[in-house]
């Protein structure tokens, strides 16, 4: 069965200092990854996935997340945090050709940038 | 360009009330997808849509939820006899076949 794992329910970053954010996957065959952001009381915003080809992404806001198929990871990074970073991040998974199209999500980390 | 809309954003319902919950797609978008998103947790999947066909709706919870999407545009999530437990944010996402989902503001339904 496919499950993604978000291991740490909060991360608290002081302004300016590298940010990741954990994500752990379990897919038969080659997974599709992606991060979404959300803010209170709005939805799901996109800000990078993975396919195929380089392990490094980069993505929207200045994050990026590296896969790492032999740890099943796909952790999202940011070189200098912003206060305006602060939100709940999911990390998704789905099943590559051929399967259901629906995504498997994390239960969320709350990330907490403080100025 | 416009994205995922969603109608109503609040919905208060009194238990036993039927609800119709709307998702306007990205224009073209020919995938259709709801979520239901508990409090404090990651959203958990419904059905699915290519175009007007539900292809999937194992993650309905129950007979008294039922979605459509007529004329593979516009879709509406239907939910009967409402109970406490549906009491919960429901997202709908489009996609253009395969590729990235896009999501909606959601719809946060409260059952009293």
């Known amino acids: 069965a496919q499950s993604v794992a978000q291991p740490e329910d909060q991360v608290n970053v002081a302004e300016g200092n590298p940010l990741t954010v954990k994500c752990t996957y379990s897919?038969?065959?080659?997974?599709?990854l992606f991060w979404y952001v959300q803010y209170p009381n709005r939805g799901l915003q996109f800000l990078l996935k993975y396919i195929t080809g380089d392990n490094l992404v980069k993505g929207s806001y200045g994050f990026e997340a590296e896969f790492n198929k032999s740890q099943t990871s796909f952790h999202l990074k940011k070189p200098s945090a912003l206060v305006s970073d602060s939100a709940l991040y999911f990390c998704a998974v789905r099943a590559g050709e051929g399967s259901n199209y629906q995504l498997i999500w994390g239960a969320g980390t709350k990330l907490i940038i403080k100025p | 360009g416009a994205g995922v809309s969603q109608s109503p954003r609040y919905k208060v319902a009194k238990r036993g009330q039927d609800v119709a919950l709307r998702c306007d797609p990205i224009s073209g978008h020919v995938s259709l997808f709801w979520y239901q998103q508990a409090l404090g947790q990651g959203p958990e999947f419904l059905t699915y849509?290519?175009?007007?066909?539900?292809?999937?709706k194992s993650g309905l919870p129950s007979d008294r939820f039922f979605a459509e999407r007529p004329e593979g545009s516009v879709s509406t999530l239907k939910i009967q006899r409402t109970q406490q437990e549906d009491s919960a944010v429901y997202l709908c996402a489009s996609s253009s076949g395969v590729g990235t989902q896009y999501f909606g503001p959601g719809t946060r339904l409260t059952v009293l």
């Open positions: 849509f290519q175009n007007e066909a539900q292809l999937d």
């Open positions: 897919v038969s065959g080659n997974p599709y």
